[in-house]
């Protein structure tokens, strides 16, 4: 074994002193981005006694281009890791250790030197309908077994939606709705539903739990109707490859469910390459006996096509499910969706 070897070097010292404080964590400055890295940093202290101190952190807001783009649709600006690039830097540059993410934003292919070091238990993946004062009154039916989601839509709404994933499929079930794009963070979309300047908009029920305003959800949407993103509701933290100490310290806290779950739709959105312009949604669930059930969904962003294919498999072999059902997906596709 080589000594001289910093990764050695750095993982005997942690046996001995534990890991240089304070640790500094990137964090984008959204209301859900700071809640999701102080729910972070409770779990972390709650496993290692020595981080309770309230200097043992320190948080870094990091901006990004995602963050300050706020009047186009991210898939028309282009480009994966919208969210991410400059948290990568600072922690490439060593600005900060690690980073906490919505892993839905997150890209398939991390920039080299840079890992996935942990994924926190998943919180509801589903997606909600957020309705409108012209809308009011129409959850309860909606929401009766049986009923269709969508019925607590009115003919013709106009519905605010950033995601081409969660528009392709609202139209691929109701044609009649009007989408338009809605940006900017959990809140502004709230509000601008609320001030009647979208009928209704469509909102993972993760972020609203997490902020504590899912009572704005009128519908909450099955998953088996309305497939999530890729990762929807899971917590991902990024630290330098080398970092031994750290991979450490996260493996503590990590979550082996959200991770199989999280290996096979990360396997399957890297295996599609789609681009952000392209609808779609996966979601993987662990069933007993160690295996997963992965279901992928590709579409045109209007809903003249839609695909949906179920794949299950072993959670061992996550990664190769993830890979079959994007390969199946790309290969049953029209040419034009991933044209
Ligand atoms: N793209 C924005 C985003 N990224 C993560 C969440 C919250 C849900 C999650 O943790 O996946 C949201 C808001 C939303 O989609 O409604």
Redesign the pocket.
Known sequence: MDLAHPHHARARATRHHGPTLPLKVGTRGSP?ALY?TRHFLDLIRSVCPILRDVEAFEEHEISTAGDRIQDRRLAEIGGKGLFAKEIHEALLDGRVDFAVH????LETELPPGIVLACTLRR?D?RDAIVLGTACEGTAEAACQAGASPFSALPFGALIGTA?VRRQAQLLYARPDLRCEVIRGN?QTRLSRVGTGEFDASL??I???K?LELDHRAGVVISEDVMVP?A?????GVTVRADDVELHELLSAICDTESRAVSLAERAFLGALDGSCRTPIGGHARLLPEGEIRLTGLVARADGSFLLRRTLTGHATDAVALGQALGEELLADSPADIFG
């Open positions: 859900l999701q919505s892993l839905k934003d919180e993946p995601s959990v909102l993972a993760a972020g609203l997490r993103a990762c929807q509701g899971i917590i």
